[in-house]
């Protein structure tokens, strides 16, 4: 089923989006449906699509093929003016001071002066930077001209935002301040897409997903879901003697082992409750725990060569060039 047969007419969709440049293929029958409302992690490797596809979205780029919708509708010059938009490369003005900048691009968005300006204010104060309203964007250090460029992205208020490495060049403590910003959106019914290689902090935010490949669907759906779904179990063991313990004879394969425990794959099948047992026999075991894959293990494994198929828990696996 394509975003477009779903019947919900909610959020946004891309139905069979194809994008190319002299015969190379960076966007391929993409289908996708990002529901409206929530954080939607869009990942992929380095050239995969999603710059691209972003700017198929805000129709800075046209598609050779397919269709972009939002609620429902096709997307027109008065439907991105509810859209925000954070490239991943700066495009700011950089002698031209910040509170300008961000009134500026606000009143471009369609907000008046005096609107654009309480709210550029307000995002300034939020974001620790007000004091530098009267400034210069070059005079900035690297990390406030991120939390300017993301702003510029945020004034207006957007339904939607797309957002290309947001978290870039930002210190914890503002990334921080630009996670709670995020979850602040959505709790007012905005919708957020964002493209990140921080897949630790993509689990913290982000309720479904979607991940490409060579500008093709390799796997979308809840996250939760996605890591339910996985067969793979990770086995983390660490005992008194702080040395990997003896798994002779057992469903275990050895991984690349933490700080100070060992770490193993499950093999399919095997009862974990049994492995306890038999390692509890050997020496004296101080933690034991079975965990699902993590994001940044399903991403290295949907983003290797090869086929996927539909798993049936409501998780979209691709093969080849079919979509959700």
């Known amino acids: ?40 992690g869009f990942l992929g490797p380095n050239g995969a699509g999603k710059t691209t596809t972003m700017r198929v979205i805000l129709d800075i780029l046209r598609p050779d093929t397919g269709a972009v919708r939002w609620r429902g509708r096709p997307v027109d010059d008065q439907t991105r003016r509810r859209f925000g938009y954070l490239p991943e490369e700066r495009g700011l003005y950089p002698k ?16 008046p002066r005096a609107e654009a300006a309480a709210a550029a204010e307000r995002w300034l104060e939020r974001f620790g930077i007000a004091d530098r309203r009267g400034s210069r964007l070059e005079e ?7 939390k300017v460029q993301v702003l510029v992205a945020l004034v207006h208020d957007p339904d939607l935002a797309l957002l290309d490495e947001p978290f ?22 905005k919708t957020v897409l964002y493209s990140s290689h921080r897949l630790e902090q993509v ?4 309720e479904e997903v979607a991940i490409i490949a060579r500008g093709q669907l390799r796997l979308s759906g809840n996250l939760e879901a996605i890591r339910d779904s996985a067969a ?53 075991v101080e933690y034991f725990a079975v965990e699902r894959p993590s994001l940044q293990e399903i ?21 080849g060039v079919e979509a959700v």
């Open 1 to 40: 089923m394509t975003a477009g047969e779903s019947g919900d007419s909610t959020g946004l969709t891309l139905e069979r989006v194809s994008k190319s440049f002299e015969g190379v293929h960076a966007v391929s029958e993409l289908s996708l449906r990002v529901p409206e409302g929530l954080i939607f």
């Open 203 to 206: 689990e913290d935010l982000c």
């Open 168 to 189: 870039s060049g930002l210190d914890p403590l503002n990334s921080e301040l630009l996670e709670a910003a995020l979850r602040d959106l959505r709790d007012r019914g």
């Open 140 to 146: 900035l250090s690297r990390g406030n001209q991120q």
């Open 96 to 111: 031209m001071k910040v509170l300008d900048q961000l009134v500026f691009f606000a009143r471009l968005y369609g907000m």
């Open 299 to 319: 991403f290295i494994e949907a983003t290797a060569d090869g086929a996927g198929s539909s798993n049936g828990d409501g998780v979209e696996v691709a093969d």
């Open 232 to 284: 793979r179990r990770i086995l983390h063991v660490r005992t008194a003697s702080r040395i990997p313990p003896d798994i002779t004879g057992l469903p275990l394969d050895p991984e690349e082992p933490g700080r100070d425990y060992a770490r193993f794959s499950l093999r399919e099948g095997a009862d974990p409750q049994l492995v306890l047992q038999v390692l509890a026999a050997r020496e004296t």
